[in-house]
């Protein structure tokens, strides 16, 4: 892997952005380029040429960041390039094109980019993409029109495929950490009974989400939390002891008293 001249990288990407339009020879060339500071101690050989495990070039993190911002700078200015040049980079496999490719989307305000991700994540099994895909790539979508943004998720939410759920999850959990979003009581209601379905990685990601949501709103949150207790909504109850470090000693008691009367009674105290 060389290493990385800020000045030669950036000279490499306005080499890349000069085939802009011609998604054959763009993908060639983006490929080509993660191809050169590629960690080459991941590829092994197979029969038809090079393999990369997993579909990961292992590039250095600066490289990826130059191409993404390259790309969201330029198809910015053409608009009409942005979802052909978007397809075609997540077309070629790759975490690191995907990863361009959720870049890329970010800067689509309209609902056809959470079109394009549902039509996508049930085909895509790295939670890396995943969750570029879920905070960059439905970025603008989220600030410009946060309603239909969260109309979306409630979807993808209900969904019996498994990927759109944990999609959904990250969806939410990038949506909450930007301070600028407004709208919690809406996501305190989509996750209602969510901790029932919530497995593997959907469980960290709902347990990420309700700890920012705890930071941001603690008496929102612990409300949440005993409702859904009074519902007896399946693994709340151990969802309530991971989060209780998270609340202020006001809420920890609210919470704590509600288990151990729960445990005696299946009553729930009113907050």
Not at 103 to 108: M, T
Not at 222 to 231: C, N, P, Q, V
Request: aromatic fraction near 6%.
């Amino acid at each position: 892997m060389p290493a990385v001249n800020p000045e030669r990288l950036r000279q490499q990407v306005e080499d890349l952005l000069t085939v802009l339009g011609d998604q054959v020879a763009l993908k060639r060339q983006c490929l080509d380029l993660l191809d050169y500071y590629a960690d080459h101690t991941r590829r092994s050989i197979a029969s038809g040429g090079v393999k990369y495990t997993e579909g990961v070039f292992g590039v250095p993190r600066p490289v990826v960041r130059a191409l993404s911002q390259g790309l969201l700078s330029r198809t910015q200015q053409k608009p009409a390039l942005m979802l052909p040049t978007a397809t075609s980079l997540w077309e070629a496999g790759y975490r690191e094109t995907r990863l361009l490719a959720s870049a890329i989307l970010g800067g689509i305000q309209q609902l056809e980019v959470a079109q394009w991700a549902e039509a996508r994540v049930p085909n895509c099994d790295d939670s890396v993409v995943l969750m570029a895909l879920a905070s960059q790539g439905l970025a603008g979508l989220r600030e410009a029109e946060p309603a239909a943004f969260l109309e979306r998720v409630s979807g993808w939410l209900g969904s019996t495929h498994r990927w759109l759920r944990l999609f959904a999850l990250m969806a939410l959990h990038a949506a909450v950490e930007n301070p600028t979003f407004e709208d919690l009581p809406t996501v305190f209601r989509l996750l209602s009974g969510v901790s029932e379905k919530a497995r593997g990685e959907s469980r960290q990601v709902l347990h990420k989400l309700l700890n920012t949501l705890t930071r941001r709103s603690p008496p929102e949150s612990a409300r949440f939390l005993l409702d859904e207790l009074a519902r007896k909504v399946p693994g709340i109850q151990r969802m309530i002891r991971a989060s209780l470090g998270n609340f202020p000693a006001r809420q920890q008691e609210l919470l704590k008293h509600a288990l151990s009367v729960k445990k005696r009674t299946g009553i729930i105290p009113p907050s």
